[in-house]
């Protein structure tokens, strides 16, 4: 339990310290009034809820924030119900994402071409409507989510060490996780579909290049090019760390499993993708790494002058 709690306790650092730095960055290209591409709405977004993601998983957790004891009702529904939320959020924003990129790369005579123009105004709307959604899909977590000392051992379904979730309530909660759960499927079916197709249009595209180009010749990778292969590395491993969690609930569920262990070994997968997905865009943002190389230099002249 204590290595557990140690790795968890590092992971989350790691993730809060690189999706602060992300949105930041992001948040720094508005105020230097710089048009955010679409792109940078939703990766913006992503910190953004990577970050409240990382905060409930550490609020909930035991170990810095044990003496909090979530006694109080309200704490167990808000934190409980903004960690479900947040997760929700993070599978839909990947999902769009993924779409998005599909939308850019698409040939302007193809049907999804006719989108590019809006693609801002509709990613702004899209944006909107996924809050919406997530926030009502997990209302009902304010109904039936109480503070584990407030219950007794019968009457509770334990998920954490302060948080339950009352039997009594149980089957309404149980249809509202099968709601999330078949919304979760589609989301990541889209995902899936949207990546099938953005990797046949990057094949035929290299199959055309080797007829244009000469082979003793090393075009360098387009924009979208990199942007697509990076989506679909973000894609391909959040569909890998969600099924790992998937295949764990599954098993923790038939087996009655609910131990700390098996909520800690739960917990570090649930924030893997969180953890890892801000440093693979950051590698990846051109932009960020000049960034980061001119204020390097300019740190280097102030200090040897």
Not at 111 to 119: E, I, M, N, S
Request: aromatic share 10%.
């Amino acid at each position: 339990m204590l290595l557990l709690k140690n790795a968890f306790l590092l992971q989350v650092g790691i993730g809060l310290t690189a999706n602060t730095f992300l949105l930041l960055s992001r948040i720094l290209t508005l105020f230097l009034g710089h048009r955010p591409k679409p792109h940078d709405l939703l990766t913006g977004n992503l910190a953004l809820v990577h970050t409240l993601m990382l905060l409930t998983m550490l609020f909930l957790s035991p170990g810095p924030f044990e003496s909090l004891r979530f006694q109080n009702d309200v704490k167990c529904k808000a934190l409980f119900y903004l960690s479900r939320v947040m997760r929700g959020l993070s599978i839909c924003t990947t999902c769009l994402l993924s779409m998005l990129q599909a939308v850019t790369i698409s040939p302007s005579s193809s049907w999804l071409g006719r989108f590019k123009q809006k693609a801002r105004l509709y990613v702004i709307h899209s944006l909107l409507f996924l809050w919406i959604l997530c926030l009502s899909f997990s209302c009902n977590l304010l109904f039936s989510t109480v503070a584990a000392s407030n219950v007794t051992q019968t009457q509770e379904l334990s998920f954490g060490n302060y948080c339950s979730l009352s039997s009594a309530r149980y089957l309404r909660w149980s249809l509202f996780f099968m709601l999330a759960l078949l919304r979760d499927v589609c989301f990541v079916g889209s995902m899936l579909l949207s990546s099938v197709y953005m990797v046949t249009l990057l094949f035929r595209h290299q199959r055309r290049s080797q007829h244009l180009h000469n082979m003793s010749l090393s075009p360098s990778i387009s924009p979208e090019k990199r942007a697509t292969q990076i989506i679909l590395l973000l894609v391909s491993f959040f569909v890998v760390m969600y099924w790992v969690d998937l295949v764990i609930s599954f098993c923790s569920i038939v087996l009655l499993a609910h131990g700390p262990i098996m909520l800690g070994v739960q917990a570090l997968v649930v924030n893997v993708y969180p953890t890892i997905s801000p440093f693979v865009i950051i590698i990846f943002d051109k932009r960020i790494i000049s960034t980061l190389q001119n204020m390097e230099q300019k740190c280097h002249r102030f200090l040897t002058k």
